[in-house]
């Protein structure tokens, strides 16, 4: 019976999360699950767990404790609760969080999607909790159902998964495994299904991105901007985007790419982490500053007007005061639209935990809010500059205001305007009126 049970997916942590969790609710719809935003409606509640640090971990547990009371008082009402975690929590930590957290019935690794409603049911019929975090060998994308619906004009699609970068304060690796790219048929496939049900852009994504080397039709490796000149085939799909990538992938055809490919958006997420050649070589970054310098002039020749932005993190063991110094200079010399920075944290079983010269608390605190300080003036004037000039925007959603729509800049920047619904989903030429810090204002010249 369709949506005779209702599912609450939770989703934390990045993007690649937030396609999983899109794909788990389409996978369950076959076996009779709507998806609901109340918990105390829900059947199954589903985390999508996140490891990357510390806080992210332990949102988990705290998620926890609530489910447990629910899932107390439901049954008091005679209404059964299933409650699984997945994600990186899931595969890292395994059976220890039916250990410390007795509520969950299903522990399913990211690699395991696939066999969610069949091990949902086994945990069911068999009245105990079970764990599931093996690599298997099949590939899980092929065992889900096709795509047919989105939420929105934009969508993620997952074109390579894992990590053999192993950056010493990084998770990724244990969490997703070995690096491994989707074929080309089967993302342009993805990719053809989605503008089917309305899509304008596409983001790619993978924990490495512009690594991807799938096959192609013919069994050759593909590499990211060829993938990406094939999906620019695609009528309909209107914008190509791609996270995350690495600096030591970003090849001279992806470079090449971004000049010559007018589907793909003048945007690049490209995390740094510091400035300091002493600190990328203690966190096994393979590049140095100057590498990195050196290839955002090159990326700006090929395309001027990008906006880049980067992940950074401050206090990573053994930082000193010219450490942070040299990060903040790097910032300073390139510029980003939009950036995030974190305060290290130490993770189980990564290299970097281990180091003895760990930064006290307070440093690293101070450290992260100097350099968000010269991150947010950044954004600030970039989005500044940005007014009285006219952009496409793709509408996604309505905004808080009546009659509001928001959509996004070809820079990735939220742009409100007042528009017709009718708009959603298409690509409307906004004058830029106002900027505010994480956000712009327009009006609406031609649709
Ligand atoms: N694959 C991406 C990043 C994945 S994690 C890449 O290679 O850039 C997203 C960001 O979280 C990282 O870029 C890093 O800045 C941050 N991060 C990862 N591990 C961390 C840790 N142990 N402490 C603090 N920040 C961390
Ligand atoms: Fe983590 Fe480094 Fe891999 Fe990114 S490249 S996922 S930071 S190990
Ligand atoms: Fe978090 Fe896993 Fe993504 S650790 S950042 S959810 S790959």
Redesign the pocket.
């Given at each position: 019976m369709p949506g005779a049970k209702k599912v609450l997916v939770k989703t934390f942590g990045?993007q690649m999360n937030v396609y999983d969790s899109e794909r788990m609710a389409e996978s369950l719809k076959a076996y009779g699950y709507s998806e609901t935003d109340v918990a105390e409606d829900a059947d199954l509640v589903i985390l999508n767990t996140c490891h990357?640090?510390e806080k992210a971990a332990e949102k988990v547990y705290s998620e926890l404790g609530r489910l447990r009371q629910l899932k107390d008082e439901r049954r008091r009402e005679g209404r059964a609760t299933q409650v699984a975690v997945a994600g990186c929590v899931a595969q890292a930590e395994g059976g220890e969080i039916i250990a410390r957290a007795p509520v969950v019935d299903l522990v399913v690794g990211p690699q395991s999607y696939h066999r969610l409603p069949e091990l949902l049911y086994r945990a069911r019929s068999e009245s105990r909790a079970l764990v599931e975090t093996s690599f298997p060998e099949e590939d899980k994308f092929n065992k889900l159902p096709r795509r047919t619906r989105t939420h929105s004009a934009s969508a993620f699609l997952t074109v390579q998964e894992g990590?053999d970068?192993f950056?010493t304060?990084?998770?990724?690796p244990y969490t997703r495994g070995v690096e491994a790219s989707r074929p080309v048929h089967a993302i342009l496939d993805e990719a053809r299904a989605l503008v089917d049900a309305g899509v304008a852009e596409i983001t790619l994504l993978g924990?490495?991105v512009n690594g991807y080397h799938g096959e192609d039709e013919a069994g050759s490796s593909t590499s990211l901007a060829m993938l990406i000149r094939r999906l620019a085939g695609i009528e309909g799909l209107e914008r190509i985007r791609y996270t995350?990538s690495?600096p030591r992938d970003m090849g001279e055809d992806l470079i090449a790419a971004h000049a010559s490919e007018k589907k793909l958006m003048p945007y690049l997420h490209l995390?740094v982490?510091s400035g300091s050649d002493h600190i990328l070589a203690g966190m096994n970054r393979k590049h140095t500053a100057a590498y990195y310098l050196d290839l955002v002039t090159r990326i700006r020749k090929a395309r001027p007007d990008i906006a880049l932005s980067t992940?950074?993190?401050v206090g990573f063991p053994g930082e000193t005061e010219d450490d942070f110094a040299a990060t903040l200079a790097i910032v300073e010399q390139v510029g980003f639209a939009q950036a995030?920075s974190?305060?290290?944290?130490?993770?189980p079983g990564?290299p970097?935990a281990k180091i003895d010269a760990q930064v006290p608390e307070p440093v690293k605190l101070d450290r992260l809010y100097r350099l968000q300080r010269l991150l947010e003036s950044q954004q600030t004037r970039f989005n500044a500059a940005c007014v009285g000039r006219t952009f496409p925007v793709l509408f996604e959603r309505s905004g808080r205001r009546e009659g509001q729509l928001v959509g996004r800049s070809p820079y990735l920047q939220p742009v409100h305007a007042f528009a017709a619904s009718e708009l959603l989903g298409r690509i409307v030429s906004v004058e830029i009126l106002g900027a505010g810090p994480n956000s712009l204002q327009g009006v609406i010249q031609a649709a």
């Amino acid at each position: 019976m369709p949506g005779a049970k209702k599912v609450l997916v939770k989703t934390f942590g990045c993007q690649m999360n937030v396609y999983d969790s899109e794909r788990m609710a389409e996978s369950l719809k076959a076996y009779g699950y709507s998806e609901t935003d109340v918990a105390e409606d829900a059947d199954l509640v589903i985390l999508n767990t996140c490891h990357i640090r510390e806080k992210a971990a332990e949102k988990v547990y705290s998620e926890l404790g609530r489910l447990r009371q629910l899932k107390d008082e439901r049954r008091r009402e005679g209404r059964a609760t299933q409650v699984a975690v997945a994600g990186c929590v899931a595969q890292a930590e395994g059976g220890e969080i039916i250990a410390r957290a007795p509520v969950v019935d299903l522990v399913v690794g990211p690699q395991s999607y696939h066999r969610l409603p069949e091990l949902l049911y086994r945990a069911r019929s068999e009245s105990r909790a079970l764990v599931e975090t093996s690599f298997p060998e099949e590939d899980k994308f092929n065992k889900l159902p096709r795509r047919t619906r989105t939420h929105s004009a934009s969508a993620f699609l997952t074109v390579q998964e894992g990590c053999d970068k192993f950056c010493t304060f990084c998770v990724v690796p244990y969490t997703r495994g070995v690096e491994a790219s989707r074929p080309v048929h089967a993302i342009l496939d993805e990719a053809r299904a989605l503008v089917d049900a309305g899509v304008a852009e596409i983001t790619l994504l993978g924990q490495n991105v512009n690594g991807y080397h799938g096959e192609d039709e013919a069994g050759s490796s593909t590499s990211l901007a060829m993938l990406i000149r094939r999906l620019a085939g695609i009528e309909g799909l209107e914008r190509i985007r791609y996270t995350t990538s690495h600096p030591r992938d970003m090849g001279e055809d992806l470079i090449a790419a971004h000049a010559s490919e007018k589907k793909l958006m003048p945007y690049l997420h490209l995390p740094v982490q510091s400035g300091s050649d002493h600190i990328l070589a203690g966190m096994n970054r393979k590049h140095t500053a100057a590498y990195y310098l050196d290839l955002v002039t090159r990326i700006r020749k090929a395309r001027p007007d990008i906006a880049l932005s980067t992940d950074i993190i401050v206090g990573f063991p053994g930082e000193t005061e010219d450490d942070f110094a040299a990060t903040l200079a790097i910032v300073e010399q390139v510029g980003f639209a939009q950036a995030y920075s974190f305060k290290y944290s130490p993770r189980p079983g990564t290299p970097a935990a281990k180091i003895d010269a760990q930064v006290p608390e307070p440093v690293k605190l101070d450290r992260l809010y100097r350099l968000q300080r010269l991150l947010e003036s950044q954004q600030t004037r970039f989005n500044a500059a940005c007014v009285g000039r006219t952009f496409p925007v793709l509408f996604e959603r309505s905004g808080r205001r009546e009659g509001q729509l928001v959509g996004r800049s070809p820079y990735l920047q939220p742009v409100h305007a007042f528009a017709a619904s009718e708009l959603l989903g298409r690509i409307v030429s906004v004058e830029i009126l106002g900027a505010g810090p994480n956000s712009l204002q327009g009006v609406i010249q031609a649709a």
